[in-house]
């Protein structure tokens, strides 16, 4: 664990990076984000707000996979994150003890649905900040078992077997490209497993 947090801080200053550049073009005009809530209304707000959380949904979870996929990208960036590959290796400061660079680029979505969909400024750079709570979340290995959120029950399946379960906030990315494993079905594998070893 102090391994994790050392790589966490030493990544942390590198990750204030990307809310500092997404700031930056959003001041500047160059984006589709605004800056008060009255200017679309409540209706074109959260409609706005579910189509960003599936832009994001969707691209961190091809960025996710191409981690995995593109060897070089594992290799050099992804797998910093990876050695810790157990359930008793996991916990909260691995979801932030990435290689600075795979850090950025798993939140790049978020910068890149700037200019695709109008976001608020404050839900954009609240969401930049639940980034960080939930890659926590997802490494603490306490399965909350609420279809259809990613919760750690399924992440720590993706730590173990490497090719499973890549999504964000939930599982639907995964099961629409054939990557979910449930954590409920291993479970159940396991029991049955060890009632024919009996």
């Known amino acids: 664990m102090r391994l994790q947090m050392f790589v966490a801080m030493k990544a ?8 500092t550049v997404s700031e930056y073009m959003i001041e500047h005009g160059w984006t ?37 996929d593109i060897k070089p990208l594992y290799k050099y960036l992804h797998a910093t994150h990876h050695i810790y590959n157990k359930q008793n290796t996991l916990s909260p ?3 932030l003890a990435f290689h600075p660079v795979d850090g950025i680029l798993q939140a790049i979505p978020h910068v890149i649905a700037l200019f695709v969909v109008p976001i608020h400024f404050t839900t954009h750079i609240g969401l930049l900040f639940l980034e960080a709570i939930w890659t926590a979340n997802i490494h603490d290995c306490i399965h909350g078992n609420i279809w259809p959120v990613m919760g750690a029950g399924y992440h720590t399946i993706h ?3 490497y090719k499973h379960n890549y999504g964000h906030y939930t599982i639907w990315m995964d099961w629409m490209f054939g990557s979910l494993r449930d954590p409920l079905l291993e479970e159940d594998d396991n029991k049955d497993g060890s009632k024919k070893a009996k």
């Open 32 to 68: 589709k984000c605004y800056s008060r809530l009255g200017e679309l209304g409540w209706i074109l707000y959260f409609v706005y707000l579910a189509i960003y959380l599936v832009f994001v949904e969707f691209g961190i979870y091809w960025m996710h996979r191409e981690l995995h």
């Open 93 to 95: 400061f691995a979801g």
């Open 159 to 161: 730590h173990t077997t």
């Open 12 to 19: 942390m200053p590198w990750y204030t990076l990307l809310p």
